[in-house]
């Protein structure tokens, strides 16, 4: 059972930075695609970046502009996701997420996923 935990969120205000993290248990990252998701309040999840074991990003919304930028600590059984220059419009609940056979390139959505961590941009 793979089994995702993640933490760092938090408010902050508009153009500041936070770094989500993503623990893993009950499997190796040496092996599976990671991916980060948000859900925006009244909105649908939508995917923002994904990352292999290799360290090949797919970053998943336009929104990213450049200013997220996800990580992994094989060792550590930790992914990571850097965030710069948020904006009020980046509120929402980030998950970390994975299967046995998710692919940073699929377009389906991964069966195990966190619960979540809140992030809100405010002033």
């Known amino acids: 059972q793979m089994h995702i935990v993640e933490s760092g969120g938090g408010l902050v205000q508009p153009g500041g930075s936070l770094r989500l993290s993503c623990t893993v248990s009950?499997?190796?990252?040496?092996?599976?695609?990671v991916a980060w998701f948000r859900q925006a309040p009244g909105k649908e999840r939508e995917g923002v970046s994904c990352?292999?074991?290799?360290?090949?990003?797919?970053t998943l919304g336009d929104f990213v502009e450049g200013r997220f930028t996800v990580s992994v600590d094989k060792a550590k059984k930790m992914v990571y996701l850097q965030m710069n220059t948020l904006k009020p419009e980046d509120t929402g609940v980030y998950y970390c997420?994975?299967?046995?056979?998710?692919?940073?390139?699929?377009?389906?959505?991964?069966?195990?996923w966190g619960q979540g961590t809140q992030v809100t941009v405010s002033s």
């Open positions: 009950g499997f190796t990252l040496d092996y599976y695609d």
């Open positions: 990352i292999t074991p290799s360290g090949v990003i797919t």
């Open positions: 997420a994975t299967d046995y056979v998710y692919s940073c390139s699929s377009s389906a959505r991964p069966d195990f």
